[in-house]
């Protein structure tokens, strides 16, 4: 898709840094919306869903962290992508972030190259998945990258986009064992710069959220950890 096609939706309640974002993004051929607040916010990406977030963590009103948060509960807008703007630059901060529900993660002060790099980065990520199969189905996991949508035993399931893309990258390798580097080359793109945790941090989340929509099923054991090796996406074995 040509980036005339992308839409940004830019929510940070400093005019100016909003400003300029904008700026930077529109000159680069994207289309931006704005928002100051969190509530602002969440009716704009329900009522007008765009590609692509940026979202300042401290907001008036509704916190980023709580946007993000409602973002990922519904089905609606659980797919679209998050990159977080924050000034914490703490490595649990960070993996705060990614557990909330966010693809990437941008501290400030930062350099509007390395934005912009991270903002193709991602929307790169979706299109990329477009081209894989269309679906993938295991068990009672049914996955619809066309729809973006993950299924199990016909009920959906609302995921980040990160948390689809890792749950389709292991469903794709039929039982075979990735390693963290082989997944977050495929999940989060080659030269991503991310802690060594940020894949465990994604698996965990998964997990919750798949023993939260089935708890008699245990769906999180379909989700193997191979200690000191990486996942497997397989049945659970009797014991597991």
Known sequence: MAK????ILVVEDEQDLAEVICFNLEREGYQTRRSASGDAALAEVRTHPPDLVLLDRMLPNISGDDVAGEMRKDPATAHIPIL???AKAEESDELVG????ADDYVTKPFSMKVLLARVIALLRRGDAQSSDSDILAEGPFALD????ELKVDGQPIGVTATEFRLLGTLMSASGRVLDRSKLIDKVLGQGAVVLD???DVHITSLRKKLQSAAPDDN???????????????RPPKADE
């Open 4 to 7: 005339a096609s992308k839409t």
């Open 197 to 199: 945790r940020t894949i």
């Open 145 to 148: 990258r066309n729809r973006h």
């Open 84 to 86: 977080m703007l924050t």
């Open 219 to 233: 769906l999180a054991a379909w989700i193997h950890t191979v200690r000191g090796v990486g996942y497997s996406f």
């Open 98 to 101: 990614f557990a909330l529900g």
